[in-house]
């Protein structure tokens, strides 16, 4: 995303200057993602509560795929505008896979 001429880079005036491009989330990333994750924990065991006696991994497999991808999208397509590269196939599995795990060790 552009900014307008002339406005400050908030994260550069909190945090100062780095040697190295630091990878940062911002404000409505961090929304998204805490939204998604609150639609995974509270919404998605009530939408697959019908399959959990025959699926019980039904449920964290779907947390794990809403907040993984959720996190790769906004990181992929809304901070650095850089699309469907094999990174966000990689970020966005990866991540999926570890919620996933997360969620089965938490949730069932």
Same mark, same amino acid.
């Given at each position: 995303?552009?900014?307008?001429?002339?406005?400050?880079?908030?994260?550069?005036?909190?945090?100062?200057?780095?040697?190295?491009?630091?990878?940062?989330?911002?404000?409505?990333?961090?929304? =998204?993602?805490? !939204?998604?994750?609150? /639609?995974?924990?509270?919404?998605?065991?009530?939408?697959?509560?019908?399959?959990?006696?025959?699926?019980?991994? !039904?449920?964290?497999?779907?947390?794990?795929?809403?907040?993984?991808?959720?996190? !790769?999208?906004?990181?992929?397509?809304?901070?650095?505008?850089?699309?469907?590269?094999?990174?966000?196939?990689?970020?966005?599995?990866? /991540?999926?896979?570890?919620?996933?795990? =997360?969620?089965? =060790?938490?949730? =069932?």
């Amino acid at each position: 995303m552009a900014r307008a001429a002339g406005t400050p880079d908030l994260a550069r005036r909190w945090l100062g200057e780095t040697d190295y491009d630091i990878p940062r989330f911002g404000f409505v990333s961090a929304a =998204v993602v805490t !939204a998604s994750l609150v /639609l995974a924990v509270f919404v998605v065991p009530a939408l697959a509560a019908p399959l959990t006696p025959a699926l019980p991994l !039904a449920t964290p497999v779907a947390q794990g795929l809403l907040v993984g991808f959720s996190v !790769a999208v906004m990181e992929y397509f809304h901070e650095n505008d850089r699309g469907p590269c094999p990174g966000f196939w990689f970020v966005a599995a990866a /991540l999926s896979v570890a919620l996933a795990a =997360v969620f089965t =060790v938490l949730f =069932v």
